[in-house]
């Protein structure tokens, strides 16, 4: 490393070291450093990964891609993972988790990410409707088991439905920049043409890349795709023969990755698939378990009747705010210590013991009476 570009990374060391510093800590009681770094620039922060809004795109109309540069604490990312988002709304701070879609080798140092809005996302909308160039967000490190192996497969096949395309788009993204020698395929499901998102790029990029082959399905739409309709088994075995020899990445909407799984079990071959949902997948239950009990927030000393939803929707709807990112069970974010009472996991439909443990609030609903520490 040169002595130009040495210096200015050891003075940022130093002032982080000097910010981290327990005499820091004092001086910035009660608020924290972060409080005070803020007034001069909202992207300084001593730890926490601040970005700033670069671009906002519309690549189809219900969609918004937000390329941001993130502060110097972001550690990066391997295609596949996710990182969670906070922005404020109303004064509230509200978090979800998205994908970034753009390539590993990316020079100017900007993730990309796409939300799609949905009639009730509420973080998706905002994200669509009100993120502005210059804002700031904050960002979580990228997490995940949900990622492109080191060592690259020989064979890759990448699977995706609706707004799961950002993830496998990265992936595609960053083989395809590395000069990856394998076959690609790309199989995506849409309802629309024109609801796909990245349309133009993958098909730009299977145009040029000779061992890139695109596969689109469109359920509402019978021209336009290269096959038709839902994911079936048909679509493999005819369109992708060798899908048994490749490793497979997955990620789409709940039933979608039903499908595919199945597929993969039949054949034995589950090993192979690594997927990544970004919808909660609810198990069927037994109707009879009407919601009956409370809800207590001990240490807020707050207490709902039990609706029947989610630990964390009936938490916010006592007024609480407690901490979440995915809401569908990955990022653990939510976990939180059940001290009395039953719930039953949205997953799995198991229901817990009644001891003291730990549970995540966004996909656990109470069974009677249950007690929370927060
Ligand atoms: S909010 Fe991510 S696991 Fe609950």
Redesign the pocket.
């Known amino acids: 490393m040169s002595a130009t570009t040495s210096t200015p990374r050891r003075f940022q060391q130093g002032l982080n070291s000097l910010l981290q510093s327990r005499v820091a800590e004092v001086l910035g009681y009660p608020h924290g450093v972060d409080r005070y770094l803020e007034v001069f620039n909202p992207l300084w922060s001593v730890k926490e990964v601040r970005a700033k809004v670069e671009n906002v795109q519309h690549l189809t109309a219900d969609s918004v891609t937000l390329t941001l540069k993130p502060n110097s604490n972001w550690q990066g990312f391997v295609p596949g993972q996710f990182v969670q988002l906070t922005v404020s709304i109303n004064g509230k701070l509200h ?1 979800r ?1 998205y994908s970034p879609a753009n390539s590993l080798h990316r020079e100017d140092g900007t993730i990309e990410l796409t939300a799609k809005a949905h009639a009730d996302g509420f973080v998706s909308r905002y994200l669509r409707d009100c993120v502005r160039v210059g804002d700031v967000v904050t960002l979580s490190q990228a997490g995940g088991e949900f990622a492109l192996p080191e060592q690259r497969p020989e064979r890759v096949l990448l699977i995706s439905g609706g707004s799961g395309i950002t993830p496998v788009m990265s992936m595609l993204r960053t083989l395809c920049d590395e000069g990856f020698k394998g076959e690609i395929t790309f199989l995506h499901y849409a309802n629309r043409a024109q609801d796909m998102i990245y349309a133009e790029e993958v098909a730009d990029i299977a145009a040029r890349f000779g061992n890139v082959t695109l596969l689109r399905a469109f359920a509402d739409e019978q021209e336009g795709g290269e096959l038709s309709g839902l994911f079936s088994s048909e679509h493999l075995f005819n369109s992708v023969p060798d899908f048994a020899q490749a490793t497979t990445f997955l990620c789409g909407p709940p039933p979608m990755m039903a499908a595919v799984e199945k597929v993969w079990e039949e054949q034995g071959i589950t090993d192979q698939l690594h997927k990544e949902q970004f919808t909660l997948a609810t198990a069927a239950v037994d109707d009879s378990e009407s919601a009956e009990g409370e809800v207590r927030f001990v240490r807020s000393e707050a207490q709902v009747t039990n609706d029947g939803k989610t630990l ?1 929707e009936q938490a916010e709807a006592a007024g609480l705010n407690p901490q ?12 939180c210590k059940k001290t009395a009472g039953k719930v039953r996991d949205l997953r799995t439909g198991v229901i817990s013991s009644g001891d003291e443990e730990d549970i ?4 656990s609903v109470p069974v009677g009476t249950v007690a929370l520490d927060i």
């Open positions: 978090t988790c964390l979440s990112g995915c809401r569908m069970g990955i990022c653990y974010s939510c976990t995540q609030l966004c996909v």
